[in-house]
């Protein structure tokens, strides 16, 4: 069993900051690809930004340059560091981790843009 378990969601001001966290527990060998989708209402879930084992990276053109994905492999970790921030950034905020052979994805948690 994986649990997937984000944190670090909240409302922020346009032009703020938030660091998103994601820890993946459990029975886990090996983790590939970690990375991070969001969904704002209304709108299918898209990709924002993925990180292999080995520390490349792939940025969503919609956020590149502005948010930022890492990970500490000894933690089972991955943030999502997201800066100057605006409203269309408004969504729920998935992470998932390629595990063995599955993909395990967590609950989300909520990221609101707004003055």
């Known amino acids: 069993q994986v649990r997937i378990v984000e944190s670090g969601g909240g409302l922020v001001q346009p032009g703020g900051s938030l660091r998103l966290s994601c820890v993946a527990s459990?029975?886990?060998?090996?983790?590939?690809?970690m990375g991070w989708y969001r969904q704002a209402a209304g709108k299918q879930r898209e990709l924002v930004a993925i990180?292999?084992?080995?520390?490349?990276?792939n940025v969503a053109d919609s956020v590149k340059g502005r948010f930022t994905i890492s990970r500490d492999n000894a933690k089972n970790t991955v943030y999502l560091q997201m800066n100057s921030l605006r409203p269309e950034d408004t969504a729920v905020y998935y992470c998932?981790?390629?595990?063995?052979?599955?993909?395990?994805w967590g609950r989300g948690t909520q990221v609101t843009v707004s003055s």
């Open positions: 990180i292999s084992s080995g520390g490349s990276t």
């Open positions: 998932y981790a390629e595990v063995d052979d599955s993909r395990y």
């Open positions: 459990g029975n886990i060998f090996s983790i590939y690809h």
